[in-house]
Structures are given as structure tokens and as C-alpha cells.
């Protein structure tokens, strides 16, 4: 899956980011989507996956390493500040907030759903 990366417009964007990332859409038409310029909420996060036509795990796992991965996935991360969404897939991190990264940011601990792409995007 080719990703562009896209770094979050202001620091409480991360989850439109990381949607917008894996839809190939922009973070602006994601907040059209959830009437939401501020931090999302699960829901939300589920709501618009399924909307770009992504089916997303019921259930949260926790993670240590980068090999535990699936490869598309929307991560759940406590860095030192936050609560922050990120985005990886196929090897790569697409981080809203710290960019295009080999390996997690820090974080204490870290959680993913599993994407899978189920047809073409919706407009």
C-alpha cells in the first residue's frame, strides 16, 4: 500500500492525519467526515475507516516490537506528552506528529487495530 505522508495540521489532529494517510485523502475532507477539527475518539476513528473502506479489528492488542505488526494497522500510542494515533504499514511508521519512522516513537505503551483495505474509496 503506498502511504504519503501526511504531518498533522495542529497537535490535536493526529487521528484525521492517520486516516487521512490511509485513505490517500486529505486531513481537511476527514474533518468534513467527522464534524471533528480536535482529538477523535475510537468511534470516530471507526466510523471514518469504514466509511474509506477499511474494515478495522474489533479488538485492541498490545504490542511491543514492530514484528508483532500486522502489515496495515492504526496504532494506539502513550508517548510522554499524549494519547496519540499514528499510522503503520508494510514496515513503516507514519507518525503525525514525529513523521516517516523505522521503529515506534517513544512510548510507554502501545496498542494497534488491524486495517484491511474491503473495496475501492468512497468520495
Known amino acids: 500500500m503506498k502511504i504519503e505522508y501526511i ?5 490535536l489532529q493526529c487521528g484525521q492525519a492517520a486516516i487521512a494517510m490511509a485513505a490517500g485523502v486529505t ?9 471533528n477539527e ?16 477499511f474494515e478495522m479489528s474489533a479488538a485492541r492488542v498490545q504490542v511491543q ?3 508483532q ?10 508517548t510522554p506528552r499524549c494519547w496519540h ?4 504499514a508494510d514496515g513503516t511508521f507514519y507518525d503525525p506528529e514525529h513523521g516517516v519512522m523505522e521503529d515506534f516513537p517513544e512510548t510507554r ?6 486495517l484491511k483495505p474491503q473495496r475501492a474509496a468512497e468520495s
Open 109 to 114: 505503551r502501545k496498542y494497534y487495530w488491524e
Open 85 to 88: 494515533w499514528s499510522l503503520y
Open 7 to 11: 504531518h498533522e495540521p495542529t497537535d
Open 65 to 67: 516490537k514492530k514484528e
Open 38 to 53: 480536535r482529538e477523535t475518539t475510537l468511534k470516530e476513528m471507526r466510523f471514518a475507516f469504514s466509511h474509506y473502506g
Open 27 to 35: 486531513v481537511d475532507e476527514v474533518i468534513g467526515l467527522l464534524g
Open 69 to 78: 505488526l500486522p502489515p496495515l494497522c492504526l496504532l494506539s500510542l502513550e
